[in-house]
């Protein structure tokens, strides 16, 4: 059975996360090979994941941290925190 | 993202329950990204997503003696964040949780990609203009609920399938359809603005696999 365009589509982020089976991979390589458009988009989403995982683009607030540190501190401060019988 | 240690967590958890409270620094640091942004995709508010970690943090503390390891320590760190949020967002807006979860499954993931053949690499270099990042933030947060939290805990903090369903209390096969749709969504609306970042000619994808 020879897939089309359509159905790599909708394989795309299984086949990027490698879930899917043998068989279908070994298809959808096969279209890739010939196609220029599925290749091109599964590049593009391929990068788009890629860039989503870089820490530069989401990045903390400045001092986030160091103020959740502090209020942690003020917390341990306190006498009990929980039942140490419990 | 740090990867979760079951040891050390469990030995720290034993001892900070013993009086070593100074521990509860080192046990919560490698949580702390993944509970912020888990809390921005639901807050959409650095502000309460910063002031709702605070407060899921030290509830975390209080709580500390009721983990009892059946799932990974991270896993019940962010499902109580995913609740302290969500009772943030009925308490800003009145909205309730049925119509946050009002997007569903069923909706029709039939969808046409960006076709665009040019861009297919991003120099790295890219990365470090502000506008590509603000970019990739802004496609994100314009994501239905459902699809934005499933991506943020799957692609930005790169938490596996397994963990992000057990997270957000929905099966693995739901994990997998709201990630192709979301992947799908972002690609389409991505992939012609970043076309313009794709001017110098490196293959950068195949820098990491
Ligand atoms: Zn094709």
Redesign the pocket.
């Known amino acids: 059975m020879r897939i089309d365009?359509k159905h790599?589509w909708q394989h795309i982020s299984a086949y990027i996360e490698n879930d899917v089976d043998p068989q279908l991979r070994a298809e959808i390589d096969r279209?890739l090979e010939t196609?220029e458009?599925?290749s091109a988009v599964l590049d593009s989403t391929r990068n788009v994941v890629i860039l989503m995982a870089d820490d530069r683009v989401f990045e903390l607030p400045a001092g986030y941290s160091e103020r959740l540190h502090a209020r942690i501190d003020r917390e341990l401060e306190k006498p009990h925190g929980w039942n140490p019988d419990d | 993202m740090t990867a979760p240690n079951p040891e050390f967590e469990a030995d720290c958890i034993r001892r900070i329950l013993a009086g070593e409270k100074h521990l509860f620094h080192d046990l919560i640091r490698p949580c702390e990204r993944s509970i912020y942004f888990l809390l921005f995709s639901l807050l959409k508010n650095e502000t309460e997503a910063e002031d709702v970690a605070q407060e899921t943090v030290i509830k975390v503390y209080q709580n500390l003696d009721k983990f009892r390891g059946e799932s990974q320590f991270r896993t019940w760190v962010l499902s109580i964040a995913r609740n302290e949020g969500l009772g943030r967002l009925r308490k800003i807006s009145n909205r309730r949780e049925d119509s946050l979860e009002a997007d569903t499954d069923e909706q029709t993931g039939d969808y046409t990609p960006a076709i665009l053949t040019s861009w297919r690499e991003i120099p790295a270099e890219a990365l470090e203009q502000k506008e590509l990042g603000n970019l990739l933030r802004k496609a994100i947060e314009g994501l239905p609920e459902i699809y934005r939290n499933v991506v943020l805990l799957r692609d930005i903090e790169e938490i596996d399938i397994r963990e992000t369903a057990a997270v957000l209390k929905i099966s693995e096969a739901s994990v997998k359809v709201r990630l192709h749709r979301a992947r799908a969504l972002l690609q389409r609306d991505l992939a012609p603005q970043l076309k313009g970042f794709a001017s110098a000619k490196r293959r950068w994808f195949g820098g990491r696999a």
């Open positions: 365009c790599v279209h196609c458009i599925c």
